[in-house]
């Protein structure tokens, strides 16, 4: 096997996204600390230059993007400071079912009170709230693409199989309200519960035709793709290699993934440590070349400061159409005030 530098069959960046007009959604995800809110950030500002509207969500409970842009988010859209087309927002799980409840037909009836004992005790609920968001954005579609930074790699699958898994329960409900549906108007008369269930019914319906859409566009490779994101190490391979099995099961496109803090000590450097580093970043980073010859592997180096704020995000997306910041050849050049700083280990 030849130097990773050598085996580039397609481009090492993540252009591709951005020329590709007909996206509309873009999951970025990966384990846990690689950058994904970095890459995610750093895509959308990408896609704001080429796109009239951008709308970037956290599904992650543990919500990022305002630490990353330095500004508070919520659970509406907001536009960020320095913007005229990109907005974010942060999906709250709490007050999004408070909402859901709160907004219910009949506050006083069984099923309202029946869904506020159990609705905080759902499990999975976060990412069924995130999807509730994506159906509410279904319905709207007022950008024209939308970025999700998502939560590790665990929550992000759950959250992804949610339209298939709502999609057949809908469908078993659907066919059960035309056998039980009168003997249950009946028995809730008879136990004083307000409310038709055949209007619940009609809404449950309503609700499983958007979800139909929502599969069918995830499943789309021309309207929704994801963007694997790593670093050159065993446990972040493996989780990316299980991912990008579970998203082709699932038949969710996925062609890119980015190698994210990648070491290039200098060719005189003394230091033991980051050789030994790098010869193993290596060796992981030609497996990947070896595993996804057919995917864009976009290389980004290890930086010498913290990516936060909008000019420093400005500056790292970059990065991310431009693989000369990662040449190993031109690593010792990469000093210009205008990009950020390769991590570079003298002795």
Request: proline letters at 4%; one cysteine or more.
């Amino acid at each position: 096997m030849s130097d990773f530098e050598d085996l580039e069959p397609l481009d090492p960046t993540l252009q591709n996204v951005i020329d590709q007009t007909s996206l509309q959604w873009i999951f970025v995800g990966g384990k846990g600390g690689v950058g994904k809110t970095t890459t995610s950030c750093s895509l959308a500002i990408q896609l704001a230059k080429a796109r009239p509207s951008v709308l970037l969500i956290s599904t992650d409970p543990a919500h990022n993007l305002s630490d990353a842009f330095g500004q508070k988010f919520s659970k509406d859209a907001t536009l960020i400071t320095g913007f005229t087309n990109l907005y974010a927002m942060e999906i709250d799980p709490s007050s999004s079912i408070q909402e859901m409840i709160d907004n219910s037909d009949d506050q006083g009836s069984g099923v309202s009170s029946m869904m506020q004992d159990l609705a905080f005790a759902i499990p999975g609920v976060d990412e069924a709230m995130g999807f509730a968001e994506v159906m509410k954005q279904v319905k709207a579609m007022e950008y024209s693409v939308i970025i999700f930074d998502t939560a590790p790699t665990g929550h992000t699958l759950r959250f992804l199989s949610f339209p298939s898994v709502l999609e057949k329960a809908l469908a078993k409900v659907s066919q059960l309200s035309g056998r039980f549906g009168p003997m249950m108007q009946q028995m809730s008369g008879m136990m004083g519960v307000q409310g038709n269930p055949e209007d619940m019914f009609s809404k449950l319906e309503g609700m499983r035709e958007v979800i139909t859409e929502v599969n069918n566009q995830f499943k789309d490779a021309d309207k929704t793709t994801f963007v694997c994101v790593c670093i050159s190490e065993f446990l972040s391979l493996y989780e990316t290699e299980r991912m990008i099995q579970e998203l082709t099961s699932y038949h969710i496109d996925t062609h890119n993934i980015v190698v994210n803090q990648l070491l290039f000590p200098k060719k005189d450097s003394n230091c033991e440590q980051c050789r030994v580093r790098h010869a193993m970043q290596k060796k992981y980073l030609n497996q990947i070349y070896d595993l996804y010859e057919d995917f864009h592997i976009t290389r980004l180096p290890l930086l010498t400061n913290e990516i936060r704020g909008v000019d420093k995000l400005i500056q790292f997306s970059d990065m991310l159409v431009n693989s000369s910041y990662v040449d190993e050849k031109k690593a010792e050049g990469i000093d210009d005030e205008k990009r950020p700083e390769v991590a570079e280990v003298d002795a």
